[in-house]
């Protein structure tokens, strides 16, 4: 087989944010090709968004029901490989498991679904239908973190003992979702954000890279969050104590009201013999400390890197790669497993087209939304992650 | 009256390290001279430490209630006019009381003193003696901190949601309190640094600096603290979370186990309007960011600065001012403040000489550690910070 | 006309680096496919090479000719639009000359050609053929190097003054082009490389990138360039003194043999109100400095930046973009030309898709290294930039 | 012989701005006392100033003639050890010569003398009169700077290449001297200032930096000076290209219209193995970089720096020195080195007491700003650097 893999997306129309990223991630490497799309709600706005991808007409579908049975009903040479869900929270679980049950491998938007009940009967879906299902926890896509997990995971810094998690962003200080910012709206409605706004939005990317990095479970915080702007009715900010499975502690904080943050996760984990800092807006600078000899700079794309640094790197040195590029890592490494299965390879433990976020990390994610939130309720008292 | 001020230390002699600080400190303006110490328990260190100082033989005192006594009975033309108190945290209440009710004035490395208890008894001493008592929470001397202070005092940032305030040293990793580290000895010591390690010995530093440039009170905190080396019987890490009387929330975290960390104490406060951002390792820089408009860049020395951060600059932009000048800054206004009593100036409300931390940030303080302690012995639960 | 614009590609086949950084740029906003290519002068390697990017057989050629000559005689609908160049500096030229005269338009990697002469001839063929040429001086395609030339323009930091561009790398400070490094060795070869080879090679980044931000023109320079690895037969380093027309005054400096510097071209300029500073491998930041109220750091993708700056960037602040969504840039905006022709739509000076570089840019990089060799060779001597 | 050794200052009165920074300098360390001083040209503002540091009324001398014959006169238990002079540049030889003619040391403010004349001729005093003469070029009183000397001496870097020195300024954008600013009136006035402005005010200071650092002698230079500012004398700007002896090329600016910078003094050098960057304005901080291992960032204060940089630092590393302590250093060895003098002590090569600047930079110094003007004037002719 030698063909472009094949995409459908639902969701990601004109005026839509996080479906324009997908569709850039998925094109860079040229192994992807979008074939078909329910692309809004309003069909019409799906037929016109199509247009402008250069679909076919006859593949922009009114809805993702539609599009999934039809698309099914087409030969193999020509229907899609794979769903992108790009839809607000509420609307991944249906079109997934819909997906899913007609046979096409399905990569998602975060969080994995609305609620943890919906993530663990997601979990059992996949894992019954043998399809691929991936989740966009991009930001583990970048270089740098995949060399900070290696080196925690060889054991360079030590046993770990405190992380310290942040992703603060100003862009909700004020009540930007009654003036019509369509980002903002969904998010701070709890019918279709979740329990959480904040804490669900970026917290769970907080909570995903620390325990990527880190190779660590939380096993229990003390959370207290607050809708800080006025009539807001989901959590804009958020402050969590960890603590992990192993003795590790930790800090975990998001806020979407911290006035000039722009989009500032960060990381710092702190082991026996070493820490490591990362930011994701300099992502390709890793600061390696140590307790005796100089700090270290890691930079994306130089040769003492390890191998699944060098191979999320696309260009040498000193050229940035940023967010689109670690997005598309993600898509990469999607396409390659399913053009392996398509090529009937094996893919064994470690293969690079594994180093993708799955349904565990979705379940992982839920219940860490629930557990703060149940937490908080509790006036911060310590809660379980369960799943 | 047109001489320099008289300073008598207690502690300090060789091999000490805040006692050169303060040396340096008092020195650097040319306001102030040493005239006499009681420099170590040890009298033969005393006398030789002075000879380093070029002092008298006669005024290297033996202990400081000799010093004490002695110089209380010297002639008023000659005699010291404040003592310097830079012992380990258990012997700093004893002279600070002796001196006060001697009538000398005080200036005393912090924590002010053992515990609560103490400090409370010292607000009173202090009180009526009617010396002055002066504390060195350094970090609040910087230019920088005052400006931040002032922006906020001014509602610039308006009103303020959120604190981050860190202090991740990484010098304790490994247990060096065992191998002669007499730094490392003492403050890993119950009996001479009190109930709390990381957390009274920086951790105080925090709270004090979260509390002088926000103007706000903590109400109560929820701490989970830990020994993390082996052996060791304080906590050299801690993680809090804060509530503000007002309704601002925050996060504090201190630690000595943050392996690579120098001596990283910083702070973000984020307001409806806008944040600042200020890190004690580059104490020359203040982060102001904006809501609608780009991030700025306060360099201390520029001509935009307001009067009290201009104040606490001695040289040109650019040219790198330091810990040093910093903690000069609360030696020149204490020194200034007492020439201001020796020549029977008025001071008002306002006064540049008043801005020095006192026995109220000291009783702070210590209800801080209580608080810390005390949360975290009841697993985190909330407690209010009293005093 | 709905359809992707059309691409065939001279060179960048397997082993290739710059090729490869093409191909990503086209991909990425889903504007442009690929449709054949004569990716090496080895007709298996280009089969090949091909067969990766998922082309059919017969529209990979075995070289360049063959693929125009064989293009051209193709329908309309099926043709390719534009060819994109992307050999090493000696086959720049031919191809381009070659394509424009069979009515393709060129989207050439830089310098434009192998010489003055040849960028002269190439500029007189562009505008008899009426064909598009683009050049792809990337590093302008960055949306804060557009805010800089537009805050300049605007005359926000009044007249200019000075200028300091730098561009170091270290990746030749040792002799890998003996080694089979493939990149070093036709860069270090004076056959294919031209007179020059750091000046060449990244020197013209320095000077257009001066020349794009500032709208000033080069007057005249005097340079001083080394070898400094033994048996190198170009320049690997070399410091340039400038003075522009109107006054301004510069220094420029590019360097292949700064060990440890990776892909450092960066640019500061003064003007008699202020000053701009862009690192490239910062790339989202931009500072502006001024005479008498703080610096401020302006960040891509926020509100205050002006037009060309928003329409440069892809995704929210504080998501990094990088060098291919610079480079992407340039492609979209050749491509978004090439649809407008197509369309018969007239575009306007000032129209967004006109700012790509184009064979002016070319002729002035030639011009630039044909000055510095000749300057270098008279002991630095000032030497007039013309072209 | 167990005393602080004493100092008399010529200049640095009221208003002034360098005399403040060599008393705090002096000041620090409690090693040096001030004892006299003739501060001002008028004799009443050098009684007021000696007042404002507790001098008596008869060791403010009305001039530096008449301090230094009264103090001569005085019995050696009293009377001043050296002399600080600290007035504008046309000031400096005078009073060096007739103080140490009259058997005292001298430590001057740079530049040392007003012409390359004067320099030479002092140089010849100082070796007649066997008193010791100190420069505070006082850039090189950093711990880094002194570590990056050292790694370079031991080779680290392999033969060094390439160094760029740059030091810019913004602060005489406007024509500032015209309004009665004091700093700015002398340094553009011929008369004072000498042949050169800001060539002579700050470009020396990045010339010694790089002779400091990198060990090696400039053996000709190609300059090209300007005075932007509409009327003023003197260069307020300058671009330099470099050649040392032994082959390594380099390039130095120095600018006091680079607006919106402060003092923003830097240098980076390469060699076959390594590069080293240094940055003023953020001292505690020398960036290592290597050819194929990872950048280090070395700190002042940490265990793993050379013995010459572990002894120009005072406190625990991050707690930032500054300006005023790398000044201090040159005090403190200048009057080490006095000390030893007076105690009979031989000081051997390599002792530490050894390491500040003396005459032999300051007629480097001169002969630098003699060259850059001389080629200037030539159409940046490359001219001898002799000295």
């Not at 706005?45 to 199509?50: C, W, Y």
């Not at 000039?260 to 300099?282: A, P």
Request: proline content about 5%; aromatic content about 8%.
């Amino acid at each position: 087989m030698n063909r472009k893999i094949r995409m459908g997306m639902v969701g990601g129309g004109r005026g839509a944010f996080i479906g324009a990223v997908h569709r850039m991630a998925a094109n860079l490497d040229g192994q992807i090709e979008l074939v078909c799309g329910a692309f809004s709600s309003d069909p019409q706005r799906s037929k016109d968004s199509g247009a402008d991808f250069f679909l076919p007409p006859d593949r922009c579908y009114p809805d993702w029901k539609t599009m999934i049975e039809a698309e099914a009903k087409l030969p193999e040479g020509e229907r899609m490989d794979f769903v992108a869900i790009v839809t607000p929270n509420h609307v991944h679980f249906p079109p997934a498991k819909y997906a899913l049950e007609h046979g096409f491998h399905v990569l998602s938007d975060k969080p994995a679904t609305f609620n943890l009940t919906e993530a663990k009967a997601l979990q059992e879906i996949v894992k019954k239908s043998g399809q691929l299902y991936g989740l966009t926890h991009n930001y583990t896509g970048y270089p740098l973190v995949k060399e900070a997990r290696d080196l925690i995971a060889a054991g360079k810094l030590g046993k770990i003992r405190k992380v310290v998690v942040e992703y603060p962003q100003g862009w909700l200080s004020n009540r930007i979702e009654e003036g019509g910012q369509k980002q903002a709206a969904w998010r701070t409605d709890p019918k279709k954000s979740g329990a959480a706004g904040c804490i669900g939005d970026i917290g769970t990317h907080a909570e995903n890279l620390a325990e990527y990095i880190t190779g660590l479970k939380i096993k229990e915080l003390a959370a207290d969050i607050t809708a800080f702007v006025k009539g807001r009715k989901l959590d804009d900010d958020g402050n969590v104590l960890l603590r992990f499975k192993g003795g590790a502690k930790g800090i975990l904080h998001a806020s979407q009201i911290s006035a000039g943050e722009e989009n500032n996760l960060n990381i710092r984990v702190y082991g026996e013999l070493g820490g490591i800092e990362w930011r994701q807006m300099e992502p390709n600078t890793l600061i390696v400390k140590w307790l005796d000899k100089p700090t270290e700079i890691y930079r994306t794309g130089l040769g003492y890197l390890g191998a699944n640094a060098a191979a999320a790197a696309r260009i040498p040195a000193g050229h940035p790669e940023g967010y689109l590029e670690a997005f598309a890592n993600i898509y990469r490494n999607f396409a390659g497993h399913i053009r392996a299965k398509l090529n009937g390879r094996k893919v064994a433990k470690g293969d690079p087209v594994l180093d993708y976020p799955t349904i565990a990390d979705g379940v992982r994610g839920m219940a860490f939304i629930d557990a703060v939130v149940q937490s908080s309720k509790a006036n911060a008292a310590w809660t379980p992650l369960e799943g």
